[in-house]
Nanobody, 122 residues
């Protein structure tokens, strides 16, 4: 079992930045691929970014490529999502997730956090 707790969400103006953190507890954090998804009201949960267990491979949705950066610190059992040049359309609840392999489909991941709200004002 892996427990995930997100933090770092909040209200920011368009063009601003936020850094989300996801602290993991439980077994073998370093063996899991990690991902970030988001869900806006009335919309389906969508893939944002993912990182391999070693941190050597990263993947991004086209909508965030060049603006968001995913990273991990296995010594701290933490994964991060640095979000720059935020837009109002980035407003959503952001969820951290863990799974065996990097995937873009939410159903492929095994563990989920409770989410942290990001609101970008125009």
């Amino acid at each position: 079992q892996v427990q995930l707790v997100e933090s770092g969400g909040g209200l920011v103006q368009a063009g601003g930045s936020l850094r989300l953190s996801c602290a993991a507890s439980g077994r073998a954090f370093g063996s899991y691929a990690m991902g970030w998804f988001r869900q806006a009201p009335g919309k389906e949960r969508e893939f944002v970014a993912a990182i391999s267990w070693s941190g050597g491979s990263t993947f991004y949705a086209d909508s965030v490529k060049g603006r968001f950066t995913i990273s991990r610190d296995n010594a701290k059992n933490t994964v991060y999502l640095q979000m720059n040049s935020l837009k109002p359309e980035d407003t959503a609840a952001y969820y951290c997730t863990a799974g065996d392999l990097v995937r873009v489909a939410a159903q492929e991941y095994d563990y989920w956090g409770q989410g942290t709200q990001v609101t970008v004002s125009s």
